[in-house]
């Protein structure tokens, strides 16, 4: 497989996808540039080489060319944080963004507009009638496939070689995160610096694994993580269970939860996630004590309770500091770990003390050499609110996507590059 050190980028032109899909405010301005920030590395290193580069992403959800979703409303804000004055093609595909693609020199780059502009992005079609038949809707399908096939060889005729550092989209088998791949050879293909480290930190807690590997899975649902909950007992020493989650498996395993998050048509599931755990010997670590509210707000009454015994008209919503210290012990004796889903709603600051000192663990295991991935969602926003970002390995920029590659399913964009 070709990397982006080995390769040289000198005269070469290289299609580089990122994720750009930036939020902005009302007035376009970005809010939050981290992941612009997050590609400079791949896209230095271009430039550095004396290569050109055709810069790819999408920004948001369009179903159409929209002026809302226009990456014209960035341009500045990536030329200044590459250090070039990066052109602008209005367009992604027909003669605009060739010729200026063809023209580009040495150093210099070229951002295209949203490839999402054109369903043949996604393959999906658009524009249905809520009433079109089965038939329409096929038809519909197979005419936007074959078109995606011209759309991606226009965006591949763009360059002399393909990058990958879009590991945001890369659960999906878009034209310009996967189906484009198939038009360069293998050593014209690579993952950015962003991809490389985003496929090797999920390798360390899926293939590599150092052990005892612990997994702390909350959130707020059981229903929402259960395929990551399967994958992981084949995988994992410990498991942690937090959040909301936690008391479906209070419930089923027939304690009093008051008005706590509940599924009640998961608590089969519940008990059979835990003989599953039994027979792979996983041991399942749950919460013993929560912290409840009578109300779901900061400012509600609070007081700490054993887990199977919350009163009627109270929830849980943090884990109690007996848990604090379960947790914590488990965490600090593994060698890998994964954190997923925040232990309470850490959205209120009252109920945030359970998530700190799952983070604060992390931390310490890390610097005794663990490795620790955080990542899918909610514990991201846990680890940048409690400032612990820096002490631990990875912080996952892939929300969805690194939930697929934990679920242990096969991410198009990855395999486009791997297994060419
Ligand atoms: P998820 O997106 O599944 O990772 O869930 C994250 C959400 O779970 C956050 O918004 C938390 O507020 C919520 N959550 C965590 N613990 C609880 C709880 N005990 N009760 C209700 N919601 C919770």
Redesign the pocket.
């Known amino acids: 497989m070709q990397t982006i050190d080995k390769f040289n980028f000198a005269g070469k032109k290289a299609f580089v996808r990122v994720d750009f899909n930036v939020p902005l405010d009302e007035n376009f301005n970005i809010t939050d540039d981290n992941r612009i920030r997050a590609a400079l590395p791949t896209l230095k290193k271009i430039i550095a080489d004396g290569g050109s580069l055709i810069i790819g992403s999408h920004l948001g959800r369009p179903k159409g060319a929209t002026e809302k979703f226009s990456l014209k409303h960035i341009i500045g804000r990536v030329s200044e944080l590459l250090g070039v004055e990066v052109q602008f093609a209005s367009d992604c595909m027909g003669d605009e963004p060739a010729a200026k693609a063809a023209a580009l020199k040495p150093g210099e780059a070229l951002l295209l507009e949203n490839l999402r502009f054109y369903a043949e992005e996604e393959g999906k079609p658009r524009g249905l009638a809520d009433d079109a038949t089965d038939e329409e809707k096929a038809a519909a399908k197979k005419a936007v496939k074959e078109s995606q096939k011209n759309f991606t060889k226009a965006l591949a005729s763009y360059a002399d070689c393909y990058v990958n550092d879009a590991f945001g989209t890369a659960h999906r088998a878009h034209a310009s995160t996967a189906l484009i791949a198939n038009y360069f050879d293998t050593d014209n293909k690579m993952f950015g610096y962003l991809m490389e480290k985003e496929v090797k930190a999920v390798e360390k807690v899926m293939k590599d694994i150092n052990r005892p590997f612990t997994a702390i899975m ?4 059981v229903s ?2 259960i395929e990551i909950i399967e994958n992981l007992l084949t995988k994992v020493d410990n498991l942690i269970i937090a ?2 989650m ?1 008391y479906t498996f209070t419930k089923a395993l027939g304690g009093k939860i008051g008005n ?2 509940c599924e009640d048509d998961k608590l089969d599931l519940a008990l059979e996630l835990l003989e599953k755990a039994k027979a792979s010997n996983v041991n399942i670590v749950l919460a013993v004590d929560a912290k409840i509210a009578d109300k779901f707000a900061n400012d509600a009454n609070t007081q700490f309770v054993d887990i199977d015994n919350i009163p009627d008209g109270w ?4 884990i109690g500091p007996k848990t604090e210290v379960l947790f914590a012990d488990v965490i600090k004796n593994s060698k890998t770990i994964l954190w ?8 209120f600051e009252n109920f945030t003390s359970g998530s700190h000192a799952v983070g604060v663990a992390i931390v310490e295991a890390t610097k005794n050499g663990a490795f620790s991935l955080v990542g899918g ?2 514990s991201v926003a846990c680890v940048n609110k409690f400032g612990l970002a820096d002490g631990v390995s990875y912080v996952s920029t892939g929300g969805g996507a690194l939930l697929e590659a934990i679920e242990g399913k096969v991410l198009p964009g990855i395999a486009a590059i791997q297994e060419a």
């Open positions: 909350g959130g707020s649902k929402s993580k959040g909301g936690t706590s998050l929830s849980g919503l943090d997923n889903g925040p232990t309470g709603v850490f959205e969602g909610d």
